[in-house]
């Protein structure tokens, strides 16, 4: 009885198995037969000479664009069933000037009345675009309408401007830097850096996180700002949304007409100056502040600072500033503290 159990279960393990790996390339076969690729390159004549390379991004496709030590322009267009991908590459040489021209228009296929949903079946369909890694200025801009990805780009100069694109950045190393998006989200994330850098946009969140740049700026009409782990001596405004930052250090001046401002984390500002007219203020330290002075001014509102109703606070010789101001909102400072007020 005993062997004849060991048998069949030595027969179901094999079959198990063989189902396994039957499955295994079946599901290999039938994902190649889904996926659509496409290739075109470009091989730059006066590599040498180049000085500016300027793209221009059409279409709803998401775009990755990266650098490489290479005298070639490469366009990968990979796209997965529902979603098919239509794109050109068209490139010029000028005058140490490389104009490149990209459309990517994606698609959804439907079955009979059905139309598969937009994203729930993408498994990346996407343009890359790899362009030489010489050339001192890079300039992304035209129609694009989808996202924009911008990642290991090596320039002096890196400018991107779009109407209806959300625009991402990561890994980037450049001396000037600016973002600048009408109606789409700008994220920067992960290791960039800047002598000077510009974030703007009109209808849309600005999200910097792991950025570090001696002078820079974020601006956005209408959309919440979101910062964390960022350095520098910076301007940030909005003038319809919230802003919010953790571990932001440097120097900042803080403008917002419609919306709050929120501090947190064990890295602050030496100086911070913060206005806001009709939203509330509110820090939150981690760990004690020493030589700092804090100086608040609210109309209709309420300033706490520390737990106690007051308007100036001050411990050591202050050399870390907060000027805090509000026309209609609270002003709030929370922390540890050691020693009451010194004035």
Do not use: C
């Not at 050109?88 to 005058?95: G, I, P, Q, T």
């Not at 996407?126 to 996202?147: C, F, M, Q, Y």
Request: aromatic residues 6%; glycine residues 8%; hydrophobic residues 35%.
């Amino acid at each position: 009885m005993k062997k004849t159990t060991a048998f069949f279960l030595t027969i179901g393990v094999v079959t198990m198995i063989i189902g396994g790996i039957g499955s295994a390339v079946y599901f290999r076969r039938a994902e190649q037969s889904m996926t659509d690729t496409k290739k075109e390159s470009y091989t730059v004549k006066k590599n040498e000479n180049l000085k500016e390379i300027h793209l221009s991004l059409a279409g709803n496709a998401e775009y990755y664009i990266s650098t490489e030590s290479t005298n070639k322009v490469v366009m990968n267009t990979r796209s997965y069933a529902p979603i098919s991908i239509k794109s050109a590459l068209k490139v010029d040489e000028k005058n140490g000037q490389l104009l490149i021209s990209a459309n990517g228009n994606r698609d959804e296929k439907k079955l009979g009345s059905m139309k598969f949903d937009f994203f729930s079946f993408d498994r990346g369909s996407s343009v890359s675009l790899t362009i030489p890694d010489n050339a001192e200025r890079i300039i992304v801009d035209g129609k694009a309408s989808g996202r924009i990805n911008l990642s290991g780009i090596n320039a002096k100069n890196i400018t991107v401007k779009t109407d209806n694109a959300d625009v991402d950045a990561n890994s980037l190393n450049t001396e000037k830097l600016a973002l600048e998006t009408t109606n789409g989200y700008l994220n920067v994330y992960t290791d960039v850096h800047a002598d000077k850098a510009t974030f703007k946009t009109t209808n849309g969140d600005i999200n910097l996180n792991d950025f570090a740049a001696l002078n820079w700026s974020a601006i956005t009409t209408s959309g919440d700002i979101s910062l964390e782990s960022v350095k520098g001596t910076s301007t940030i405004e909005t003038m319809n949304g919230d802003i919010n930052a953790s571990n932001l250090k440097g120097e900042a001046t803080i403008k917002n007409t419609n919306g709050s401002f929120d501090l947190y984390g064990s890295d602050i500002p030496k100086l911070l100056n913060v206005t806001t007219q009709r939203g509330d203020i509110n820090l939150y330290t981690d760990e004690i502040l020493y030589d700092i002075a804090i100086h608040s001014k609210t109309q209709l509102g309420d300033s706490t600072i520390f737990g106690k109703e007051r308007s100036s606070f001050k411990r050591g010789k202050g050399s870390r500033v907060f000027e805090l101001q509000s026309n209609s909102g609270d002003i709030s400072i929370e922390g540890p503290v050691d020693s009451e007020d010194d004035e």
